[in-house]
């Protein structure tokens, strides 16, 4: 039996951090490192990396990695036990769940959905190295249990006062409820290393100030490249596998 996943969770508060962008090509780059599984595993998928895409209303992993998807949230959630069945393989090595596409109603995704959503989640432990769950943007009851759901958590975080305020916020909940773990934060969208670091720096004050003791650790910083996004969500291609900039 293969050992059991680990599981990433990849959120960030407030929406337009980049968060999807920086999940989708990570597991890209996870993928390319671990390379596929023989065909000789009965049972298991090829590839060694799962995405999940958690944001169940606006989904849109799939359009960073060219997949075209029917959309499928009104019936999966008419059984939330079947998530297995929406699993589909892409040309990167990443196997992907994302319910992206127009839809006929609204529904209501409430916490016990959740819930069942993350228990079926957890039966593909097995089956992947490695499991990353895109949270949705905000911060609510269901993002904070798919932060809490996982082994490992990366904050996206902008240079912009509202996203370091939103941060701030999501690490006290996580810290309220008293599960010891230490978070990883990244800072997107920068000029340079040392303004990334300095806003990292002024996350760690406000946590210090308000009293919020929960560990976070620096991951690194991601330039600034509106060229390079554009490119590389126009042609549904990860930006990790364009080449280098000049």
Known sequence: MPKRARILAVSGGKGGTGKTYVAVNMAVQMAARLGTRGTSVPGLSTNRVLLFDADYHLSNAHLFLGERLSPCLDRFLDDPDSLPEFICGTRYGVDLISFGGDEKRVNAIESRINARILEQLKKLERS?????????????????????????????VNPVITSIVDAYKLLKFLWLEKKQRAVDVCLNMVSSYEEGYACFRKLQSTLRRFGVAEKIFFAGALYNDPPRFMKAINAGYPAVLLPPPN
């Open 128 to 156: 992947y190295e490695w499991i990353v769950v895109d949270t949705g943007a905000g911060l609510n009851e269901i993002i904070l249990r798919q932060v809490l759901f996982a082994d490992h958590a990366l904050l996206v």
